[in-house]
């Protein structure tokens, strides 16, 4: 079974963290304005609401907020891994001359930003695409970084990260280093 | 599962994961680049031994929009009207090495013996009088659209019951996602024993239609209402069709459904068809959804771990 080893961000950390990643967001883009955020489904769904929130709050301004769901772009589907079930997609706007900001909870190898990248072009032409992502955990597998980055988390080959959200029915939000599972 | 063959033998949670599958795989359809890459470098061959424009195109666009690689075969054009077997033209086929091969056949149980003879996964897209599993799952698709759940609503199917694989599969679709469903037709055609799907048969149009949440029309072939089975096209159409008099019996809210092609006049009067009940074009367009998701869902289940590159 798999179990906790230690928590890497308290729900403390991970409200601060969230605040600071808005703030940035709107530094870089000199406010909300024509700003989107999208979430890489299922592990980005909580955490692009509340930065959305967050840029609300100081901006008075609510970005377009959408989803994207890797699941028909990955580069390992159909070679027997375990594969999570397809999601919808959702972006209700025009992507054309904006900034989106892709939004994840942990940054691994990169495939999965990759992925969310290349599906995000499907639907227009960004003027930029950002990444932004609660933690980074390194062993980067292609060439891709985040521009904002919630806490740098070493937790080793052998684990996992998972971040858990009271919106998902967690009894509070934390990031979690795990024993990897069966 | 590998293979789709029919939908006995489907459980209701595999019924509900092509359902909702479905479901995800539509928004697809509606992107200004109606493509991804889930199936790139996969082939799927349509062979088909019986007319078809539909299920055809349907298999083929849902294919091409997972960017798999499709070719299709029309018995009429090809070695088996110089007399090749079924077998030797599938295991022809096979050699070729397509991932999945949608198969349409007169025979009832066609698509199974060419199921036990081939490595790849092998689609039933109608076989004789048997069963039709993806236009019985994109009618339940559809309703299940319109209705949000379909626990406990009422469908009548209405016409040539004994000679239909979409009836035989949407009796077993809708039985195992929890819809009450009714049989109506002539005599002639509602086969004995048609109970044990768990419908409730009867003759009378009226008493199918009173109550039913949807009217499941279906096609009578031409060249049958010519037959001793049949009272004649235009007495059919009086006493089985639907019309904006006999869709009166239909409650307010009801849909009418039809698996195309449309006998307009007789099953089906234009002002039905094209009025405002009418879901048959959104059938169509979620037999595409559906179609992708049974691609998605076999070769999910049919791939085995390859080694790292």
């Known amino acids: 079974m798999a179990r906790d080893i230690f928590v ?42 509340r930065i959305a929130a967050q840029v609300e709050k100081i901006e008075g301004r609510r970005p377009e907020v959408g989803s994207v769901d890797i699941g028909l772009y990955r580069d390992d589907a159909f070679r027997g891994l375990n594969a999570p079930k397809i999601g919808p997609t959702e972006i209700r706007f025009k992507l054309d001359d904006r900034v989106v900001v892709l939004v994840d909870d942990v940054l691994y190898t990169g495939r999965t930003v990759r992925a969310a990248i290349d599906c995000l072009l ?52 934390e990031a979690v280093v795990r024993e990897r599972g069966p | 599962v590998k293979h789709l063959l029919g939908i006995e033998g489907l459980s209701r949670e595999a019924i509900v994961e092509i359902l909702d599958l479905a479901g995800s795989l539509k928004e697809v359809l509606s992107r200004p680049i109606k493509k991804v890459p889930a199936l790139r470098g996969k082939s799927v061959v349509t062979l088909f031994f019986e007319a078809s424009t539909r299920t055809r195109v349907s298999f083929e666009v849902a294919a091409k929009v997972l960017s798999a690689d499709t ?15 079924l077998l030797d033209t599938v295991r022809n086929l096979e050699a070729m090495r397509p991932d999945v091969l949608v198969i349409r056949h007169s025979a009832s149980g066609a698509p199974h013996l060419v199921a036990r003879h081939v490595g790849c996964s092998v689609v039933n897209a109608g076989d004789g009088f ?12 559809t309703l299940r659209e319109r209705w949000g759940k379909l626990e406990g609503k009422t469908v009548a199917i ?33 086969p004995r024993g048609i109970e ?31 037959g001793p089975l049949f009272p004649g096209a235009r007495e059919y159409a009086r006493t089985y069709g639907l019309d904006a008099r006999t869709v009166q019996w239909l409650p307010p809210h009801a849909l009418v459904m039809h698996p195309g092609p449309i006998n307009r006049g007789v099953e089906l009067s234009p002002e039905v068809a094209d009025g405002e009940r009418s879901v048959i074009l ?20 049919t791939q085995t771990e390859v080694p790292a590159r």
Not at chain 1, 159 to 164: A, P, T, Y
Request: hydrophobic share 45%; aromatic share 2%.
């Open chain 2, 71 to 85: 070719t299709s075969i029309a018995a009429q054009a090809s070695s088996v009207t110089k007399g090749e077997t």
């Open chain 2, 196 to 226: 044990q799907y768990g419908c409730a048969p009867t003759f009378s149009l009226r008493e199918a239609l009173e109550g039913a949440d949807a009217a499941m029309m279906l096609r009578i072939q031409n060249e049958r209402l010519e």
């Open chain 2, 130 to 141: 048997h069963e039709h599993p993806t236009q019985a799952l994109l009618d339940a698709f």
């Open chain 1, 122 to 173: 499907d639907f227009g032409r960004p003027r930029r695409v950002e990444l932004l992502v609660l933690v980074d955990r390194g062993g980067r597998e292609l060439p891709i970084r985040a521009d904002y980055v919630g806490a740098t988390v070493e937790a080793g080959p052998e684990r996992n990260i998972e971040v858990r959200w009271v919106e998902n029915g967690a009894v509070r939000d």
């Open chain 2, 158 to 190: 209405v016409g040539d019951i004994q000679h239909s694989r979409v009836a035989r599969s949407n009796l077993l679709c809708l039985r195992a996602l929890g819809v009450r469903t009714r049989v109506c037709g002539p005599p002639t055609l509602i």
């Open chain 1, 8 to 49: 890497a961000l308290d729900a403390e950390a991970i409200e601060r963290a969230t605040r600071r990643l808005a703030a940035e967001v709107i530094e870089r883009n000199r406010g909300a304005e024509g700003l989107a955020l999208v979430g890489v489904r299922r592990g980005g769904d909580v955490l692009v609401r």
């Open chain 2, 282 to 301: 959104d059938q169509v367009e979620n037999g595409v959804a559906v179609r992708m998701a049974v691609l998605v869902k076999l070769l999910e289940a």
